[in-house]
């Protein structure tokens, strides 16, 4: 199951900054949305107010028929955030059944997941054991195992290697196309953005706007020849236009 979400007219200030201004943005059910743009233009602020972790100073949000906080209540909603937010006392394998302890219902078998995610032989080891990359996969693993209908995503491949960032990129694409979800994935990398999403989002920077919508046609999943298609090398190119001119990165 996947539900819309729609994101009316948002707006967060802190104290006299202002992150995000006027935000507004439907997402199919379903679909699969990444964020992208200069750090600090509000990318986990949006993404913490759509998880009722943070609220708009002004607009609203609706996650099918329910704002956020139904929504959470519902236990609809899997987040990994930017900092893994693993228990330290808690082995892997626990980590991950605890999520489905909360919310009543085994999505994907805890081991079977954390052998999918090159965890196998590390599944009792606890959070100060592992190395940066594994606890993020175990945040990650523990944010979905309850098979939730909504996945938010705030960098979730930032502390892997290139190889192990492909490897559950391609595992995500698959999952998805078995059970679909409606994903919000931030990144900072353009490649992983135009071959995951079904449309990216690029933001200025703050306070964060919408600057433009990239749609990109190919059905899901991609295999990672997409990266020689053209449509793959347009879209990587307007974005970085985007981001380097607009954007303000560089000249
Ligand atoms: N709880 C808070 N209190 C005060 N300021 C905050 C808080 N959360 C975020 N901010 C500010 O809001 C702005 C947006 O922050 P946010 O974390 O959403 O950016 P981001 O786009 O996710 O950046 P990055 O790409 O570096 O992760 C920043 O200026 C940040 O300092
Ligand atoms: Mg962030």
Same mark, same amino acid.
């Given at each position: ?6 994101? /009316?007219?948002?707006? /967060?200030r802190? %104290? =006299?900054? !202002? =992150? ?8 199919a ?18 993404? !913490?107010?759509? =998880?009722?972790?943070e $609220?708009?100073?002004? %607009?609203? @949000? ?10 959470? /209540?519902?236990?609809?909603? %899997?987040? @990994? ?7 330290? +006392? ?14 009543? /219902? $085994? ?5 079977g ?20 990359g ?15 209908? @909504? ?19 391609? +595992? ?5 196309? !078995? ?14 953005? @135009? ?6 989002v690029?933001f ?23 990266? !020689?298609?053209? =449509? ?12 380097? $001119? ?6």
């Amino acid at each position: 199951m996947s539900v819309s979400i729609a994101i /009316r007219n948002v707006s /967060r200030r802190f %104290g =006299a900054s !202002r =992150a995000l201004e006027a935000v507004n943005l439907d997402i199919a059910a379903g679909e699969f949305v990444a964020f992208i743009g200069p750090s600090g233009c509000g990318k986990t602020t949006l993404l !913490r107010i759509v =998880a009722d972790l943070e $609220v708009p100073t002004s %607009g609203s @949000v609706l996650i099918g028929k329910d704002p956020p906080e139904a929504a959470r /209540r519902k236990r609809i909603l %899997g987040l @990994v955030s930017q900092r893994p937010a693993v228990l330290p +006392w808690k082995r892997a394998v626990d980590d991950v059944s605890f999520t489905q302890q909360i919310a009543g /219902r $085994v999505g994907f078998p805890a081991l079977g997941l954390l052998r999918d995610f090159g965890l196998a032989g590390h599944e009792s080891k606890l959070p100060h054991e592992l190395s940066g990359g594994m606890l993020q996969r175990v945040n990650f693993a523990s944010a979905i195992a309850h098979d939730p209908d @909504v996945l938010l995503m705030d960098e979730p491949f930032s502390a892997l290697d290139e190889m192990k960032r492909e490897e559950l990129g391609h +595992w995500l694409g698959e999952e998805l196309s !078995r059970r679909p979800k409606t994903v919000l994935f931030v990144t900072h990398h353009i490649d992983e953005a @135009v071959l995951l999403a079904d449309r990216v989002v690029v933001f200025s920077p703050a306070p964060g706007q919408i600057i433009e919508e990239l749609v990109i046609a190919t059905p899901r999943p991609r295999a990672s020849t997409f990266r !020689r298609d053209p =449509a793959f090398l347009e879209t990587t190119a307007r974005i970085r236009e985007l981001l380097f $001119v607009k954007g303000g990165v560089a000249a």
